[in-house]
């Protein structure tokens, strides 16, 4: 029975340090890989983050272009206004001087000849046709005089003199209407020239301004790839320090138990020999009592020693009953313990293992998932330069 147990308790320390060399070993393993990723995630996020702030920055030039071909494209926009045409009111006949009365109003009624026009009225009709003040009057001032022969020839050359004047200032009149209608003309042209290029030009703006809007959408979807990747990453670094931090709180907790497991397993032992030891002196104690009566000289002395013997065999009795319950107490005690072991060292052992492919797997997921991004990056540059050249 003792070689079983004891070989038994090989079995299970046996297993047990192949379980504990196994977990070293991959703990070994898991604490470098998982330093590395650590690090990795780290550093891809650091680098992650820095290469989105130099991107975004490198489109400050786009979206000033953009404001630029907005503003001029407000501009462009705008219809040229057309040139204001000249109005004319209608030119009224020319308000020429009077004509002279005819020479049967140089007599008066009673058929005498009408006295010469007084040197003062003269200058003074002279003024008047000078400075146009008779200009469309029907008839001359003369009132009761009529202009002499020389009179009337002063008069007649200061009219056409001033009758000419008028002509010029007509003529001059329309000759400023037709540079007027010239300039509008000229205007107008200038208007349509200029208007032929603000058209021009507000298409040319217009597809400018598709191509910067394009390229802008396009830039803010790669912005919004590379924060969905830094999201990304800041998951991953987190997951990682948690899956970090529940290892080391798991890998912590097995070495409490298995501190306790190895506390246990050594008062166990002590107890155990303790019980041994005592169960040895009781089985020695009871020899001596059954020999004890042997040592009487009479029968008297016999049966009194006899008494002192039966009653210290029955006090060892119950002791000894219960170091053997103690003993027995203490192999279930061992029979849970070791099965208590054996289950935390297998549930470590398999958690152990799991930890170490999870780890493998995210390594090489992550390199998948690299090489897709890789690929896909490529795809979209060819999709966009694709979009701006169709415009």
Excluded at 17 to 36: C, G, R, S
Excluded at 192 to 210: F, H, I
Aim: net charge positive; glycine share 4%; charged share 35%.
């Amino acid at each position: 029975m003792k070689y079983f147990l004891d070989q038994k308790s090989r079995f299970h320390l046996r297993y047990i340090n192949i379980a504990l060399a196994e977990i070293m070993t991959i703990y070994n393993e898991v604490d470098v890989k998982a330093d590395e990723k650590r690090e990795e995630a780290k550093e891809a996020l650091r680098s992650g983050k820095a290469k989105y702030n130099y991107f975004y920055e490198s489109g400050a030039s786009m979206r000033t272009e953009l404001i630029r071909i907005s503003e001029k494209l407000a501009v462009d926009r705008v219809s040229l206004p057309l040139p204001k045409e000249p109005e004319f009111p209608e030119l009224p006949d020319i308000a020429y001087t009077p004509k002279f009365p005819p020479p049967s109003n140089a007599v008066d009624s009673k058929g005498k000849k009408k006295k010469a026009l007084p040197s003062k009225v003269f200058k003074s009709i002279m003024e008047q046709v000078e400075n146009g003040v008779l200009d469309g009057s029907a008839v001359w001032p003369f009132e009761d005089f009529y202009p002499s022969t020389s009179q009337l020839n002063k008069l007649t050359d200061a009219a056409k003199n001033r009758d000419s004047v008028l002509d010029n200032k007509r003529l001059q009149e329309n000759i400023m209407r037709e540079k007027m209608g010239e300039q509008y003309q000229e205007d107008v042209a200038k208007r349509d020239t200029a208007e032929r290029k603000r058209v021009q030009e507000y298409e040319k703006t217009k597809k400018d301004s598709r191509k910067i809007n394009l390229k802008l959408e396009c830039f803010n979807g790669r912005c919004d790839r590379m924060m969905q990747g830094i999201n990304a990453l800041e998951a991953d670094y987190d997951s990682s320090e948690g899956l970090w931090a529940l290892h080391s709180e798991s890998k912590r907790r097995f070495q409490i138990i298995r501190a306790k497991q190895y506390l246990e397993r050594m008062r166990q032992i002590g107890y155990i020999k303790a019980l041994k030891d005592k169960l040895y002196r009781m089985l020695d104690a009871r020899r001596r009592a059954l020999e004890y009566p042997k040592g009487a000289n009479n029968m008297v002395e016999f049966e009194e020693l006899r008494e002192q013997s039966e009653q210290a065999i029955r006090t060892l009795r119950y002791e000894i009953f219960e170091v053997k319950e103690n003993l027995v107490g203490e192999g279930v005690r061992l029979r849970n313990m070791q099965e208590e072991e054996y289950k935390t060292y297998l549930m470590e052992l398999n958690r152990v293992r799991i930890l170490r492919d999870v780890t493998y797997q995210r390594q090489c997921l992550n390199k998948i998932i690299a090489r897709h991004k890789y690929e896909v990056l490529h795809v979209m540059e060819d999709m966009e330069k694709l979009k701006v050249s169709q415009i």
